[in-house]
């Protein structure tokens, strides 16, 4: 079940637009793709860094996850997520550990990923997303 990689790291922002130029000014990293995910109430970009990615999320509205997360601890580090090879085995051997999971059964998540989340409560108040590539990375 071990990880075999920090798929990404999600930092939450007001604005897209701003934090994405902060990134190219400081550092001069482009995204790789944008998209608006309704289902989790956020527009995404993937920035590309060596194999990983940071995933920088916009809430689409107040009410919303991201959102209410803003809005109490503002911006800043959101979760990490780790890349598996196998979700169903991954969510399986969390349970049998007995931490609180969010998603017990895989959902469609950014690139049609399959992603779960865990709880942050499991470890260090920190969310946890599992996320199993549809295509392998190149
Ligand atoms: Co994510």
Redesign the pocket.
Known sequence: MLPYNI??V?IAVRDLDAALADLKEQYGTEPLSREVIESQGVE?AMVPVGASYI?V?QPLGPETPVGRFVEKRGEGL??I?FSVPDIEAAIEHLESTGVRLIDHEPRV??GGNR?AFVHPSAFAGTLV?L?ELVEEPT
């Open positions: 798929d990404h999600a995404e995933q999320l959101h979760h997520a998540g950014g992603i997303e996320v």
